[in-house]
């Protein structure tokens, strides 16, 4: 294996890595807002009722 190759595979793992790590944030935000909403409709509904 070339030089040329092995650094081919080093960028195209690092953009992996970067492309999961995008993945797992947008996961990540939308399960902190799912919780943020549902505690601010508990508590909306308890003050409600």
Do not use: P
């Not at 030089?3 to 944030?25: D, K, T």
């Not at 939308?30 to 919780?35: E, F, K, M, P, T």
């Amino acid at each position: 294996m070339t030089s040329g190759e092995r650094l081919r595979q080093r960028i195209i793992a690092a953009g992996v890595v970067l492309v999961a790590a995008f993945a797992g944030s947008a996961i990540y935000d939308g399960w902190r807002l799912h919780q943020q909403i549902m505690i601010a409709v508990d508590v909306l509904l308890r003050d409600t009722g």
